[in-house]
């Protein structure tokens, strides 16, 4: 039962956007989940809206490779099948960014928040960035509502904490996510700058890995009615994802 949450994973290339590479956290899930050697990994960008431009980029990390990659779309309709067969046959499930509170609300209705959490407990790696990463978790900071950042606090709860993701990169990350949990709103929670990914085997945070040097992940809690924070310092990864 493992879940990879990160603020990272595939690289951007010199040839524009949605071109995207693998990175040594995408090779790091594939770890994860055995070193297969022909991993099989599903794409679900519900919170990109299904975006064409993200499914493609997908594909085009993985051209010309040994992994079988697949994609599952729920707009306007699921284009598989039958979900729960599909994913329970997968090593990897990578979950993009965009809105979490539109992902929840999406999976919910084709109970896909039911099915993740079989995949989960029959050994399926959990993955994903941003609103990917929060999804697992009680809950998180999100600008699924507009500019000004907000709690979403309806997660998955597979992972009983909050989330915090690009912690370096977008100043009101850090400070709501420090009052959310020195309120209450949300649990003692686990943040990561960009490039950090956080390894969760069951509902235990292993380590924290990242795929470049100078990032962290953090742990706030809080203590006598405020929000504590500590530096968890990942584990820089090699390329190939160890």
Same mark, same amino acid.
């Given at each position: ?6 603020? @990272?994973?595939?690289?951007?290339? #010199? ?6 590479? =693998? ?10 989940? @055995? ?5 099989r ?11 064409? $431009? ?5 594909? *085009? /990390? ?6 079988? /990659? ?10 598989l ?9 997968q090593?990897v499930?990578?979950?993009?960014g965009? %809105?979490?509170a539109?992902?929840?609300? !999406? ?25 990917g %990463?929060?999804?697992?978790? !009680? ?10 950042? *907000? ?11 909050? $989330? ?7 100043? *009101? ?14 649990p003692? %929670?686990?943040?990561? #700058?960009?490039?950090v990914?956080? !390894?969760?085997?069951?509902t ?9 040097? @100078?990032?962290a ?6 203590? #006598?009615? =405020?929000?504590?924070?500590? *530096?968890?310092?990942? =584990?820089?990864? #090699?390329?190939?994802?160890?």
């Open positions: 039962m493992k879940i990879l949450a990160t603020s @990272g994973g595939f690289l951007p290339s #010199d040839y524009g956007p949605f071109q995207w590479r =693998r990175g040594p956290i995408i090779e790091h899930a594939f770890s994860l989940a @055995g070193a297969p050697e022909r991993p990994i599903c794409h679900v960008g519900t919170a990109h809206g299904d975006s064409v $431009n993200g499914i493609a980029g997908f594909y *085009r /990390a993985f051209a010309g490779s040994d992994v079988r /990659a697949s994609h599952l779309e729920l707009f306007s309709m699921p284009n099948p039958d979900l729960r067969e599909h994913l329970m046959a090593d499930i990578w979950v993009g965009g %809105s979490v539109n992902l929840l609300a !999406v999976w919910r209705v084709h109970r896909l928040d039911e099915i993740m959490r079989e995949c989960w407990e029959a050994g399926v790696v959990l993955a994903g960035v941003s609103a %990463s929060i999804c697992w978790h !009680v809950g998180g900071t999100t600008d699924s509502f507009g500019l000004d950042l *907000r709690p979403v606090t309806n997660g998955l709860a597979l992972l009983p904490y909050g $989330n915090g993701v690009h912690y370096d990169s977008e100043e *009101r990350r850090r400070p709501l996510l420090h009052r959310l949990v020195a309120d209450g709103t949300l003692t %929670s686990y943040a990561t #700058d960009d490039g990914g956080l !390894v969760y085997e069951g235990e945070l292993v380590e924290a890995v990242a795929d470049r040097a @100078g990032v992940a953090y742990k706030v809690e809080a203590v #006598d009615g =405020r929000a504590v924070e500590s *530096r968890i310092e990942p =584990r820089l990864l #090699d390329p190939d994802g160890r």
